[in-house]
């Protein structure tokens, strides 16, 4: 009887062990994911501030291409003969025409 006392003490023991070898697995594994979520979290929060940054001088450099753009354009101009005119004529169709906006006759 002793010894299956002993035998029955010896499983438990190695039982609780177990368990508890288990246990603080577990916690360690739930701690590692744990700080992995809050460093992706941060993570990503920084690639978004990065990303509206980069965005931000991408719109100031295509701002300052189209400005110099325009005034390479002003200057191919003016090395022509073009001049910028005061006088805007706009063209107004008021009376019907013939010729439908589809390309059909009446």
Do not use: N
């Amino acid at each position: 009887m002793t010894s299956l006392k002993k035998q029955h003490h010896t499983i438990e023991k190695k039982l609780c062990i177990s368990l508890v070898s288990i246990c603080v697995v577990l916690f360690a594994a739930y701690m590692y994911f744990v700080s992995a979520s809050i460093v992706h979290v941060v993570i990503r929060t920084e690639t978004g501030q990065e990303m509206k940054k980069i965005s931000s001088e991408i719109s100031l450099l295509e701002g300052r291409f189209i400005e110099a753009q325009h005034k390479v354009s002003t200057d191919i101009a003016s090395l022509q003969g073009y001049t910028q005119t005061s006088k805007k004529v706009f063209i107004d169709r008021t009376a019907p025409a013939f010729v439908l906006s589809d390309g059909s006759a009446r």
